[in-house]
């Protein structure tokens, strides 16, 4: 066996495990294919054929019991080894009984190692020996025809391939010969048989072999125990229908064993017996093999009636072999060879349900109609545990035997697998069938929609010739009755725009299927396909209707032909008039393949820069030979991301524009960019206008706040002195008393009248009130006086208009300024915290315009934490951080913990008049002044960090010294493209 290598099903769960087995199956020569569960295995079981399944126990969707008998339901196991770390003996006790299955405990790698190899050999020794028994199985499937029930009549025999190796070996050998089973199995014959006197240099088994004939030999043969005796033996080849041989049976017996003798003798007429049972039904294909295999039987048996039938899918018995006699004198008007399991009745529908052999030598009273019964005997005919079949003769002019019933039996269990082979050789002809005719129905499916392709395909290509209207419209209806090709003789009319065409010979039948053709959305015509009168009106109706869909789909086709075409008729309009419009505006258009070679230019700019062809943009446009650092068509195709340039044009009076560089792919892969260059000499105006009504619009927002941030200390100044008013008049009338109480002492006792007004006096003005409240007021005014310096000295500040240079300052100042502007704006929603760095050096900025573009984002950050705080008592925070980078540059941050900005705002919310507030709250400018500020006029960096839900952080990047100005572009050049969140481009 370790010679040989069989295909192996290993279904395991366990990665690890899984990969151990395979590695010493394959080790051992076998073919593994591996899977995971129990839906994995019933498909790879399904799709090949194997020699062993081993699978574990426990798998996810299902137990490995239930994994193997669903197998076995599918088609008989082969063989089977149920492996577990751990499983009662129950467990164990229902893996034997799957068949040729085998219980193998799960252990180390080293055991594992050692002992599965040694189970799979087994294992797969008992499933030959099984295909050996089911020698029909074989014979159905490979034309085996040999007896296998041999090694079971009490002669010791073995079972030989055709290569000499023992397959199988019975118990009567083993005890004769003192030797056991497992110590013969895979060796060679000639290690196993007695030699012969002859001489011979092989055994008799491979002399029989080599001749092509039984021959027998007599032998002196020692036992296990060394006792000698003298043995006849028998090697008989076993063939195929062809005649080919296939193994080899071996009997050996012992000379002058009478009892053997006639054990031999009966078992050479029972082979001879089965195998021409075998050779008969191998001889008829058809289901005539079943009376000619039942006329042998009723031959043996001597019987005059018989029934030979098999089990369907239905679990009915079908009865394809039933003695003429019944036929003919059955009466019965419903002559059925199909007997459903609930008429199953009686002493033959006891055999099937109770699988058990019945003799019966009495006569019974059939039904009316049905032949008379005077002697029956039945048999089940089982496969693996499966009732598959029955074998019924009847009407024997003697008595049945126990040797008939046994003979009967044994027939039966011969033609058990003969049986099972058949019958999923017919159940695999009908599913052949049945793909066979899917297949044509296919195909000719497939050669409909081949045509109908075709017919798409040609009106496609029949748009593309750019022919008149009338002209395509007449060529492709004579295309569409090739469209239905099965369908007939078949017409075909259009409708369009009040003009008919129609096909070549033309006929109106009743049978027509229309649809409807929509150009633009409105209805243009008509499709109509008529199919000429025949035989079969309702048939060719429903072919009609069943090729509606077709109709529809060309109608459609056609619509959207005509959409095309007057698509590109407005396309070729509104190229001409875009290019009037180009020019009256003043707006350039140009196209650039990869390498930045010109393709396209607007015929205005033609007119300025002359002829493009065969140049490159930074020759067309700057005349320079290498591409400049403003180039925009340079950079989209580098990013693969559209990019805005804005500069002045020397050649075109320096005038102001933004020039849009759009990078694209055509349908073969390559790269181009389009550059539309737009005058913004009126938007540059407009802008300058907006920013100073937003500046004047902050202004007038923040005055509201500061005004009502003044309010709030002024009024408790003012409520502080007031109390000191009233404090003052108590302690005066104090001061009176106690001054008439000392001018009294001076002239000599005090009246008491004067000490009794003092202690009232006293008690009245509540001194030690007084003492601890009067300087309480005095610093809560000092701290309001304070509050309204600061507050006007950052208004001061922040309303300063600044500067036309850029002057030095301190980054944290700015941030404390607009803070305190904005104070109104966040102290109701936000708690404000601060973290400056100390060392941070001054930078050159403009102030005013730095001091309008931070207010803008702390702003922002108090109406984003007022959106989530809004409607409860908690506050959000707003954190002011600065750092410092490098020695180059400065960073400040402003965090919030508001909304967060969804992913898909984030690369809008620069943009102008961009604003997610409602109508009336937001102008969208604050954050583009802001970028505007510090990108362009500050040479920084502005971008964002933001997480939906928890907050924004907005970095502002300054160079702390001005860099030096490009002396060939200026200061109006300016690259705009969208940031990244570390404030790249």
């Known amino acids: 066996m370790t010679a040989e290598s069989h295909p192996i099903l290993l279904v395991e769960d366990d990665h690890d495990q899984r990969r151990l087995f395979a590695i010493v199956l394959e080790g051992a020569g076998h073919l593994v294919t591996a899977v995971e569960n129990g839906e994995q295995a019933v498909q790879a079981y399904r799709r090949g054929n194997y020699a062993l399944v081993m699978t574990d126990y426990y798998l996810p969707d299902m137990t490995g019991l239930e994994l193997l008998k669903q197998l076995d339901r599918m088609r008989p196991l082969p063989g089977a080894i149920l492996a577990t770390a751990s499983a009662s003996e129950e467990i164990a006790f229902q893996a034997e009984h799957l068949g040729n299955a085998a219980f193998f405990r799960k252990s180390g790698p080293g055991k594992i190692t050692r002992e599965l190899p040694a189970i799979v050999e087994r294992v797969l020794a008992e499933c030959w020996r099984s295909e050996s028994e089911a020698h029909g199985t074989l014979a159905e499937l490979q034309g085996v025809t040999f007896a296998a029930e041999a090694l079971e009549d009490g002669v010791p025999r073995m079972l030989v391939d055709t290569e000499g190796i023992v397959r199988d070996i019975n118990d009567a050998y083993c005890r004769l010969m003192h030797t056991k089973r497992e110590d013969c199995l895979g060796k060679h014959c000639c290690d196993v048989l007695p030699h012969t006197d002859e001489g011979d240099d092989c055994c008799v088994a491979v002399t029989a072999v080599k001749q092509n004939r039984a021959v027998t030999r007599t032998a002196i043969r020692a036992t296990a125990r060394g006792e000698r005796f003298q043995a006849t033996i028998t090697a008989i080849p076993q063939r195929t229908r062809e005649g080919k041989i296939h193994s080899v049976t071996v009997s050996l017996l012992p000379a002058g064993n009478l009892e053997l003798q006639r054990s031999l003798v009966q078992s050479q007429s029972r ?37 030979f039938g098999y089990i369907d899918g239905e679990g009915s018995l079908v009865c394809p072999s039933m003695t003429r006699d019944i036929w003919q004198e059955c009466q019965m008007a419903d002559k059925s060879i199909v007997l459903p399991r609930e008429v199953w009745g009686g002493v033959w529908g006891e055999v099937l349900t109770e699988r058990k052999t019945i003799l019966a030598n009495r006569p019974f009273t059939p039904p009316k109609g049905h032949v008379p019964i005077t002697r029956f005997l039945g048999a089940p005919i089982v496969y693996r545990d499966r009732l598959i079949g029955a074998l019924f003769v009847a009407n024997k002019e003697e008595d049945y035997t126990e040797d008939e019933r046994d003979a009967l039996e044994n027939i039966a ?54 022919l008149p209207l009338e002209g395509f419209l007449q060529r492709a209806v004579q295309l569409i009755p090739g469209a239905f090709a099965d369908t007939g003789i078949v017409h075909a009319r259009l409708t369009m725009y009040e003009q008919t065409f129609i096909s070549d010979r033309f006929v109106d039948t009743p049978f027509v299927v229309s649809a409807p053709i929509f150009v633009r959305d409105q209805y243009a015509g008509a499709l109509e396909v008529a199919v000429e009168d025949c035989d079969v009106p309702a048939e060719l109706k429903e072919q009609l209707e069943r090729h509606r869909p077709l109709v ?14 007057q698509a590109v008729q407005e396309m070729e309009r509104l190229q001409r008039r875009m290019e009037m419009l180009l020019e009256i505006t003043r707006t350039g258009m140009s196209i650039m393949d990869n390498q930045c070679r010109m393709i396209y230019v607007d015929r205005n700019r033609q007119k300025i820069y002359g002829d493009f062809r065969g140049k490159t943009a930074h020759e067309y446009f700057c005349g320079k030979q290498e591409p400049c650092w403003t180039c925009a068509a340079g950079k989209a195709l580098q990013t693969k991301k559209p990019v805005v340039v804005e500069r002045t044009l020397p050649r075109e009076d320096n005038r102001p524009v933004q020039t849009t560089a759009v990078p694209y792919q055509d349908e073969n892969g390559d790269w181009f960019v389009a550059e539309i260059t737009v005058d913004v000499s009126e938007r540059k105006k407009m802008e300058g206008q907006l920013a100073q009504a937003q500046k004047l619009e902050a202004v007038a927002h923040l005055a509201a706040g500061i005004a009502h941030e003044i309010n709030t200390p002024t009024q408790y100044v003012g409520d502080n002195i007031r109390f000191l008013e009233d404090s003052f008049a108590d302690l005066d009338a104090v001061i009176d008393a106690l001054s008439a109480v000392h001018e009294a002492a001076k002239n000599g006792p ?44 950052a208004m001061k500040e922040f309303s300063h208009p600044g500067s036309s240079e850029k002057q030095p300052v301190d980054l944290n100042h700015v941030l404390e300024t607009a803070a305190a502007v904005s104070r109104n704006e966040w102290k109701y929603v936000a708690e404000l915290k601060t973290d400056f760095a100390p060392d941070l050096p001054t930078v050159p900025v403009f102030t005013a315009e730095l001091n309008q573009a931070v207010l803008n984002i702390i702003v922002n950050a108090a109406h984003a934490i007022g959106d989530v705080v809004d409607g409860t008592d908690e506050k959000g925070t707003i954190t002011l951080a600065t750092r410092k980078i490098d020695d180059d540059w400065i960073e400040a ?61 907005f970095i502002i990047r300054l160079p702390v010294q001005e860099p030096a100005l490009d002396d060939e572009h200026g200061r109006d050049t300016v690259l705009v493209s969208a940031l990244t969140s570390d404030g790249g481009e």
């Open 893 to 953: 941050r402003i965090s919030d913990t508001g909304t967060g900005i969804p992913e898909e705002l984030r690369d809008k919310i620069f943009n102008p008049f961009f604003t997610t507030k409602g109508v009336g709250k937001g102008t969208g400018q604050g954050l583009a002044i802001a970028y505007n500020t510090i990108v362009e006029k500050h040479n920084g960096v502005l971008t964002f960090e933001s997480e939906v839900g928890k907050g924004t952080t």
């Open 413 to 466: 269990r011969y033609l058990g697998p003969i049986l099972k082979a058949r019958l999923d050789r017919a159940e695999e002809e009908r599913q052949r069938e049945a793909i066979e005719d899917e297949l044509r129905t296919q195909s000719a499916e497939l050669e409909r929609q081949k045509h109908q392709l075709e017919t798409m395909f040609a009106i496609t290509r029949l748009a593309e010739e750019q």
């Open 750 to 793: 005090v009246p008491p009248e004067l000490i009794t007004k003092a202690e009232e006096a006293l008690e009245d003005a509540d001194l030690e009130y007084l003492r601890e409240e009067i300087p309480q007021a005095i610093r809560q005014s000092l701290d309001g006086v304070e509050r309204v310096a600061t507050i006007v000295r």
């Open 271 to 307: 082979a001879e017996l089965f195998t021409t049972i075998a050779n008969t039904f191998l001889a008829f294909p058809g289901e005539e093999a079943y009376a000619e295999v039942l006329s042998v039987i009723l031959t043996k048996l001597k019987s005059r009636y018989g029934i």
């Open 552 to 565: 529809e789909d060309l109608a459609e086709r056609i619509g959207s032909i005509l959409n095309a075409r």
